[in-house]
């Protein structure tokens, strides 16, 4: 059973009433996840919806344009490997796209409801065609209302052609039994605003944000654990639904705010192995010399700084609602991986190794650690299949696993996923991790 069929039975498990009152002709598609589901709850259920909603992992989403009374929810389901998208209205409103200013009264529709073929509640089908002949007639008054009711054309033409013949509607009893009000109603600028937004949200390609606020999520693991194809993968499922960005917190990558550290970073260990002087240590393992030269302080200064301004600019864009992908997390451990790493007792390598620390705990923490967890025959196997400049040897491949053991990311939650799984699994269990951290957020 899908996730969307459990949340209808769990809302007659709890005596909700609710239907879909709408778009009636999509319940087959949005049962397969293929297209979204218009649910009526009447307000007098009050939150009890939006609380049955967030108990089964399900999270909100705030569109370009919102609607008092109308909100968005999806949940990830791991069967069909697809979103499911409920539209919630409390209230029941319709009209133009950009504005549905007109409320329509809900006795006809509540005291007519019968289960459809799918066991979905629905109206009646003499209700639904009343209901459906006067949401054509309110979306298209005016000349800006008909344009953009030229767009819903065809939608409008399969649900009638569900509801079969609409011969003898009358318009007239429809206004009467529906008394819809023009409660929303919006001035010319206002009007403009919106339909701005929905042009620039079509532009720019965006999806709905999240509501309050995006959430920072990283993914750590050890070398070989998958955290490179995982992210891609991710994204490529989240931009159906929802605003999202990737950075690279391990390695960041080119910014014109940052091009003397990048550059530095970048060739300093090129320049060693010119000049024999072998790599840069970037995590010095147990027995080895615990000093770090002048030059290796100068590259981990750098990396410090970077790395601050990558988490900068992943906490902008949580700001607006983004799902922001962080390849690894920052830590305060002492030469352990993303933490600082200058080590030293001269009076110079102090202060850098001072400084250093200070830009590391002036991090913020991420709300979200996925650790991607393997034993370490699969992360040696795994690292000679990889194809990358000064790869790791099999010796250093284990002294960065047993290292990575004791790795303590600054996240405010973590969560440790088996990635010895099938890549499908492994993907489908930190969607879900993130999913449940939103729900959990907004029942807290």
Known sequence: MNELRKILIEFDVCK???????????????????ADIDIYVPKRERKKPEKILLENNWFELEPAISFEGISHWYKWDEDIK??????????????????????????????????????????????????????????????????FFTRERDKHKKEFEYLASVEGMDLEGSLRIFKPKEVYALSFA????????????????????????????????????????????????????????NYSFGRPKFNVITIPFWLLR???????VV???????????????????????????????????????????????????MDRCPTMQLNQMDGPKIIGSGVFISCLAEYEKSLYQKLPKVDLAIRLELNLEDAVKRNEKRIKAFKESEQGIENRFYKFQSYQPNASKEICIDATASKQQVFNDVVSEISKNQSDLKLV
């Not at 409920?86 to 200013?101: D, F, N, P, W």
């Not at 532009?203 to 998958?226: C, E, H, T």
């Not at 991710?234 to 931009?239: G, S, T």
Request: aromatic share 8%; hydrophobic share 40%.
């Open 275 to 325: 000049f024999g002087k072998g790599k840069i240590q970037k995590t010095r393992n147990v027995g080895e010399p615990n000093k770090t030269s002048f030059l290796e302080a100068f590259y981990h200064i750098g990396l410090a700084y970077e790395r601050k301004i990558v988490m900068k600019k992943a906490l902008k864009a949580k700001s607006y609602g983004f799902v922001v992908l």
């Open 82 to 147: 697809t979103f499911f998208h409920i539209h919630l209205y409390r209230v029941m409103r319709t009209g133009v796209t950009y504005s549905k200013s007109f409320v329509l009264d809900d006795t006809a529709i509540l005291s007519s409801l019968e289960r459809d073929c799918h066991g979905v509640w629905v109206p009646s089908n003499e209700v639904s065609q009343s209901l459906h002949l006067l949401r054509i007639n309110l979306k298209s008054r005016g000349v800006l209302a008909k344009l």
């Open 190 to 245: 206002l009007n403009g605003i919106r339909i701005a937004k929905r042009l620039l949200q079509k532009i720019r390609l965006s999806n709905k944000r999240l509501i309050p606020a995006g959430v920072l999520v990283s993914i750590v693991g050890s070398d070989g654990s998958g955290k490179s194809t995982l992210i891609p993968k991710l994204q490529n499922a989240l931009d159906k639904v929802v605003d999202n960005v």
């Open 16 to 34: 909700l009433s609710w239907c879909c009152w709408k778009g009636l002709h999509k319940i087959p598609l949005a049962l397969d996840g293929l």
């Open 266 to 272: 970048n060739a300093l260990p090129y320049a060693r």
